[in-house]
């Protein structure tokens, strides 16, 4: 990762020219006192490239694991690389894939995930955009076409007819569709990542997850030597 270019700033303060730029630390005011240099703000282009980290990660999770975002996503080039570079168990995959994202970020990004709109500029932003609607509403579809298939075989095998057997499995499939649809809408997607989200701020808050209390981390008493 590229270190961000922040000599702009020391440009900003100090001219090229003067001997200020070419030692500060050097430099003192009338009075003798050392000049107290500004602290630097951190790098959007910094906080931008661990924001796309969070999102791939996320995006690695949710084509990974049934539990996580949609359920199940067509296997499609990009659902294939994002699930083959997860690996169980999920709490470490989280911890190891954003060791290099600091505490302060991942907590900017809960709140934005938490209180953007539910739009595609959003999911821009948030680096989870599901560019391919086969991954948007392919569980939705599966669902209810093995519900279809399922509903038909067995009216066919009673010996139903075929216009009633047709409109009743058409029926059904279409309510399961769009029952299966909730399980696929924005908002429980990101609901899904923020709690994921939040467990790795409270692991490295050392708090508890069930009960927000500080984890002990020496259980037993060691004895000086």
Known sequence: METPDLSYKQNRLYPSGSSLARNPEQVVRQDDKPI??????????????????????????????????????????RVRKDAGVFYPPIDEFIRVQLCNVSTKTLESYCEDIATFKLDESSSEALCITLSNPLERHGFSALVGFLLLLSLLSIMLYCN???????????????????????????????????????????RRKGLNQSSNEKIKILSVDIEPL
């Open 36 to 77: 107290e240099s500004p602290p630097l703000a951190p790098s959007n282009k910094l906080v931008g490239l661990q924001y796309r980290e969070i999102g791939q990660t996320l995006l690695a999770c949710e084509a990974a694991c049934l539990t996580i975002g949609i359920p199940w996503f067509p296997p499609t080039a």
């Open 160 to 202: 139903t007819r075929i216009s009633t057997a047709l409109g009743l499995s058409l029926g059904f499939s279409g309510c399961a569709s769009l029952l299966a649809s909730t399980f696929c809408g924005e908002q429980q997607r990101r609901e899904s990542f923020l709690a994921l989200l939040q467990k790795e701020l409270l």
